[in-house]
């Protein structure tokens, strides 16, 4: 798709895997790739991707057994591809794509080439959506995938109010039922009806402001508007950010790149959205889903969002995720668990009505619990009781080591 979309996110086109893990190595090979010539792609590609290279991998191997009777699964939810987006913004086909998953060990993709703003207005813009989205799933068809679920989505990229992900709804079927010139006179209703019909819509990088710095890249403003300004806005956001059941808390290009190496805090954004998701879930009265997804445009996927599912096919994965089952980073987050007093363990996603405290568990070595933003530091206690008020309404999340758990709710109307 011919859209010019400023986050440029890379990874590694050959690394060795005995590289990645040594901070020396990825310093040397961040220093080879700026200055040897990329052979296939753009050198600010080839560079980035050596970056991605040395990030955290997640450890599934140690998780796989954990969670009966769920099975969690491993997946990226932002993954840009070549066609039907433009080259040289996006360097990777669907058959490197296919080829990184199976090597990430990912369960699930969800490919989001980016889509014009307002196409679902125009008749012609409307034919060519549909017509890649199409040419799409027909690639991944003739691909060999092996165990990883290829789920065909997109990313819609609208620069002056924010970018928002959307999966699993037909969007042939949700174009059907809402004709250009309905959708021209209440351009929300495409939202609406890719909701009705199943669709998940995310938030992308919504806190993504710009930095000050001598990169351009860095200066750009790909935040969700709502968020920061009182607008007005354009009806098809304001019905896009109603819907939205999912935020990215967790986008590895600006975890990565802009907050390491510009701010020097790889977590910054990650936990800045997640406080303000906390305040958003209390003021809206209704869940909110954290996700994550690499972001890449080149030779790198990355396991950035966890479900506790009930089988692997797209439903089930679709299910755990509107479910609330998720951890963003690592896999360790999805083993936060709460009960009431002689209660059953709940896992993450889970509500519970008229308590006044309940017990908490995780399984890492650093283990700190948030209740509407007030951390409590668990340390290495196997257990630990959270007092609540029980006239209010509490999101109940955890940072366990690497991974972020998604909320659990307590007294909450919904």
């Given at each position: 798709m011919p859209v010019p979309a400023p986050v440029s996110v890379p990874v590694p086109a050959s690394v060795p895997v005995s590289l990645r893990a040594s901070?020396?190595?990825?310093?040397?090979?961040?220093?080879?790739?700026a200055l040897l010539p990329a052979c296939s792609r753009p050198v600010s590609h080839s560079v980035l991707d050596t970056v991605m290279a040395c990030t955290h991998r997640p450890d599934m191997a140690s998780h796989r057994e954990r969670y009966a009777p769920f099975e969690i699964l491993a997946g990226d939810l932002h993954v840009h591809v070549a066609p039907p987006d433009s080259p040289p913004h996006?360097?990777?086909?669907?058959?490197?794509?296919?080829?990184?998953?199976?090597?990430?060990?990912?369960?699930?993709?969800?490919?989001?080439?980016?889509?014009?703003?307002?196409?679902?207005?125009?008749?012609?813009?409307?034919?060519?959506?549909?017509q890649e989205l199409r040419d799409l799933r027909r690639a991944i068809s003739n691909e060999l995938t092996g165990n990883t679920t290829f789920i065909v989505g997109f990313e819609y990229t609208d620069f002056g109010f924010g970018h928002v992900g959307g999966a699993f709804a037909d969007i042939d079927e949700v174009l059907a039922a809402v004709p250009a010139d309905e959708a021209s006179a209440s351009p929300g209703r495409f939202f609406e009806e890719y909701v009705k019909r199943g669709g998940l819509l995310i938030i992308n990088h919504p806190l993504l402001v710009p930095v000050e710095s001598v990169i351009d890249v860095a200066r750009w403003d790909l935040s969700w508007r709502p968020f920061f300004e009182t607008g007005p806005f354009p009806e098809e956001i304001n019905a896009a950010g109603r819907l939205a059941q999912g935020v990215e808390v967790f986008n590895l290009a600006?975890?990565?790149?802009?907050?390491?190496?510009?701010?020097?805090?790889s977590h910054k954004t990650i936990r800045d959205t997640f406080r303000r998701i906390d305040r958003e879930i209390v003021e809206r009265g209704r869940p909110m889903i954290p996700l994550g997804g690499s972001d890449s445009h080149s030779g790198h996927v990355r396991a950035t969002t966890f479900i506790l599912s009930r089988g692997r096919s797209e439903e089930a994965i679709r299910e755990a995720i509107l479910a609330?089952?998720?951890?963003?980073?690592?896999?360790a987050g999805c083993s936060f668990m709460v009960r009431a007093e002689r209660g059953p363990w709940l896992s993450v996603g889970s509500s519970v009505q008229g308590v006044r405290s309940l017990q908490a568990k995780a399984r890492g070595h650093s283990i700190k619990i948030s209740v509407n933003g007030?951390?409590?530091?668990?340390?290495?206690?196997?257990?630990?009781?959270?007092?609540?008020?029980?006239?209010?309404?509490?999101?109940?999340?955890?940072?366990?080591?690497?991974g972020y758990s998604g909320p659990i709710y307590a007294n909450c109307p919904f």
């Open positions: 901070p020396l190595a990825c310093t040397a090979l961040l220093v080879m790739s996006v360097t990777r086909g669907i058959a490197e794509t296919v080829a990184l998953a199976r090597d990430e060990n990912l369960d699930f993709v969800v490919l989001t080439p980016h889509i014009w703003s307002n196409f679902f207005e125009s008749q012609a813009l409307r034919a060519a959506v549909s600006i975890a990565e790149l802009r907050d390491r190496f510009l701010l020097w805090d609330g089952r998720v951890c963003v980073r690592d896999p007030r951390t409590v530091d668990a340390g290495d206690k196997a257990e630990i009781e959270i007092p609540l008020d029980s006239s209010r309404c509490s999101v109940i999340r955890a940072q366990v080591d690497e």
